[in-house]
């Protein structure tokens, strides 16, 4: 159809252009930064894609290559996820002790480590410690050396350009990383005559070894991580930008990486357990951990919808790009156009609005398909079918083999949701810095990760036994023909969701109080001065 090509250049040209002109704003205030920060993103982009497709594939090689059950590979994910976690919380320091240089390198060598053994190693026993231990020591690393990196290769002013495009390059490499998760799993796919997939996790070999599909993540990850590694070695240590311009200055002899670690979890521990013993800072975490509910969302996309999607749409389904793809293509869009028009809104407005647009909008996938059926043969169709996600030529292949509706209730979810993502995720920093007590900033900050991190102990089991439960394999292992109660998988996800902008709504007065100045002045030491942060 006509309208569809004209659509389709018009949404591609307007993209890019609004997308260099994103790019344009930040770099244009970063042109005197030092090269090693944008060395330091082009390590980035590498790393996250890497990252973003291989996170999609994680549960599904836990499963098919591993051997594990639905609920055990779930088990493993929280494993694996909590000491990612745990890593994030003292992987700062390793960045202030050996510098930013060296810091990417242990990361680096924790990354090659794991996906090398991941490439071959599917001992559920050896996994463990030969594969996620070491993945997700090198992952928690990349987080904090990029942003204590940005702080120091900016000044205080272009500080907030260089956490923006931070944040702009980020969803780049995941869009990039879900695009490559649908390729990889298209071209390595075993077909049937008519081209149909019967097992998108055939692989193939490669340096005369068969691999999996889904091993095969691990093996580019690999390759990924060498260029990394190429890249990282171009940094120079000890380089600041300060008002006056690019130092360089000497490095500083530190303890060893294993002190520096050591000294910051027992620091860390301290910490805990001195604000613990502060009353509002259980009002604080009892806050936050309201918002946990709708941000259980983003693991099920990550370690539920995979299953959920390949069983419910078919071997080789797009799920990489209906959710890979089109969240953070949009994020980068929608969050600076919603700053623009909501920054007198207050924070704490807007993660209810949004919370209640994205949990909510789970719903919409338990709406019955058939509705929707219509529209694939119509413009809109072939926009997304034919331009979008590739599945055929043209309308006369699409409709000969047309793709089953459940793609649309899954796409329309994704595109609302998203919505409500930009509208409370970026001020959720905001909300947290607004309520923590003046002087316990940076300690409270770095603690409002604990009702997630307890949460993950629950989450992954649940994954796990929600597509077992709605979405069972055949006595054969193979996805049945229909799952006529697939929609429940979204019921008790949105149902759990709406707990955050319920309690938000309840908690409201108090949010007031505290925002009006109310909040306790911070608790005294012996001394009678404030305790440190």
């Not at 959920?308 to 790009?321: C, D, F, N, P």
């Not at 055929?392 to 209730?409: E, F, G, N, S, V």
Request: hydrophobic fraction near 55%; proline fraction near 5%.
């Amino acid at each position: 159809m006509r309208a569809a090509n004209l659509v389709t250049y018009g949404l591609l040209i307007s993209a890019v252009l609004a997308f260099a002109v994103i790019v344009w704003k930040y770099a244009r205030g970063l042109k005197e930064s030092p090269r090693d920060m944008w060395l330091l993103f082009g390590y980035k982009v590498i790393e996250y894609t890497a990252y973003a497709a291989m996170n999609m594939a994680l549960v599904l090689w836990l499963s098919k290559d591993c051997g594990l059950g639905d609920v055990a590979a779930g088990s493993y994910i929280s494993g694996w996820s909590i000491i990612l976690s745990v890593m994030a919380m003292v992987a700062g320091a390793l960045v202030d002790t050996i510098g930013v240089r060296k810091t990417i390198v242990v990361s680096v060598v924790f990354l090659l480590i794991a996906r090398f053994f991941m490439a071959f190693v599917t001992s559920r026993f050896l996994i463990i410690p030969l594969g996620l231990m070491p993945l997700a020591i090198g992952f928690a690393i990349v987080g904090p050396v990029v942003s204590v990196a940005i702080k120091r290769y900016t000044t205080k002013a272009g500080s907030a350009l260089g956490f923006g495009l931070f944040y702009v390059v980020m969803n780049v490499a995941y869009a990039i990383g879900g695009w490559f998760f649908d390729f990889v799993r298209e071209k390595y796919a075993l077909r049937d005559a008519a081209g149909k997939v019967i097992d998108e996790n055939a692989g193939t070999a490669l340096f005369g070894h068969h691999f999996s599909t889904y091993q095969l993540f691990f093996v580019f990850g690999f390759g990924f991580t060498l260029v990394s590694l190429v890249v990282g070695a171009f940094l120079r240590d000890g380089v600041e930008m300060t008002e006056e311009g690019i130092v360089i200055r000497p490095p500083k002899q530190h303890a060893s990486a294993f002190v520096a670690v050591k000294t910051a979890a027992v620091d860390t521990i301290k910490t805990i357990a001195g604000v613990m013993k502060e009353r509002y800072f259980w009002i604080f975490i009892g806050m936050l951990a309201t918002t946990v509910f709708v941000r259980f969302i983003f693991f099920h996309f990550h370690y539920t919808f995979p299953k959920y999607g390949i069983r419910v749409l078919g071997e080789g389904a797009k799920i990489g790009s209906i959710y890979g793809v089109l969240n953070p293509v949009l994020i980068v869009f929608l969050v600076p156009l919603v700053a623009a028009f909501t920054k007198n809104v207050s924070s704490y407005r807007m993660m209810i609005f949004g919370s209640i647009v994205s949990s909510l909008s789970c719903f919409i996938a338990t709406i019955p398909s058939k509705i929707f059926e219509p529209l694939t043969n119509s413009v809109l169709g072939e926009l997304i079918f034919i331009k979008w996600l590739g599945m055929a030529p043209d309308m006369q292949a699409l409709m000969a083999k047309p793709p089953t509706p459940d793609y649309w209730p899954l796409i329309a979810f994704i595109l609302v949701f998203t919505v409500g993502e930009a509208i409370w995720s970026p001020r959720l920093m905001q909300f947290t810095a607004e309520i923590a007590p003046k002087g316990k900033e940076g300690t409270y900050i770095a603690l409002s990760v604990l009702p997630f991190f307890a949460a993950k102990f629950v989450v992954g089991p649940m994954s796990g036994l929600l597509v077992k439960t709605y979405t069972p394999l055949d006595a054969a292992g193979k996805a049945m023909a229909s799952y006529p109660n697939h929609h429940m998988v979204w019921i008790w996800i949105g149902g759990m969701a709406v707990v955050t902008p319920i309690g938000l709504v309840l908690l409201r007065k108090l949010f007031r109080s505290q925002e009006q100045g109310n909040q306790p002045a911070p608790s005294d030491d012996e001394d009678g001065k404030p305790e440190a942060a």
